[in-house]
């Protein structure tokens, strides 16, 4: 099982935000402030330069999602950081965005993260908190499988190219 924490800057609803209740279930750990998380965490980026992929794994002691307005993000605090990883293609299954690619919740972001990182379990039980969450395994599960199975980044990216 991997920690799992998350930075908020509370431009969202908290009776719709997917880290709040993965707080409240105890499943995650959230900091306002991008200087207290650890900085040996991995960082889900999207605009990170290295795909996730298992080889990842080893090193990985937390997962940290950016649970954030993209718009307000000062970058130039995500930029320094050194262990960041973008997520390959996978479709949203959340209702706001059900089918749209890379328009992921933080919660799906960080099931996928751990599914490519051999956490399938960990991956279904967080997402069990919402009633559309296995939905999202349901969706992506073939690009899903192919990216877990992959050696390095460089391949997870190959088989994106399949998907697209």
């Known amino acids: 099982m991997i ?4 930075y908020r800057d509370n431009s969202c609803d908290p009776r719709k ?3 709040k209740k993965l707080e409240r279930a105890g499943m ?3 900091f306002s402030r991008l200087s207290a998380i650890p900085r040996t965490s991995l960082i889900l980026d999207p ?3 290295q795909a996730l992929s298992p080889a990842d794994r080893e090193k990985t002691r937390t997962i940290t999602a950016l649970d954030c307005s993209w718009e307000v993000l000062d970058t130039n605090q995500v930029r320094s950081w050194k262990f960041k990883r973008a997520l390959p293609y996978l479709l949203a299954a959340n209702p ?6 890379f328009r992921l919740t933080s919660m799906e972001a960080m099931a996928a993260a751990l599914v490519i990182l051999g956490e399938q379990a960990q991956a279904e039980e967080i997402l069990g908190k919402v009633n559309w969450g ?3 395994l349901q969706l992506n599960e073939e ?7 992959a050696r390095d980044s460089q391949e997870v990216i190959a088989i994106q190219g ?3």
Not at 143 to 148: N, V
Request: glycine share 4%; proline share 9%; with cysteine.
């Open 143 to 149: 690009p899903l499988s192919a990216y877990a199975k």
């Open 162 to 164: 399949e998907f697209f």
């Open 28 to 30: 995650v750990r959230l």
């Open 96 to 101: 706001v965005n059900f089918g749209k690619p």
């Open 47 to 49: 605009t990170a330069e």
């Open 3 to 6: 920690p799992l924490l998350a």
């Open 17 to 19: 935000c997917t880290m």
């Open 134 to 136: 296995i939905r999202f």
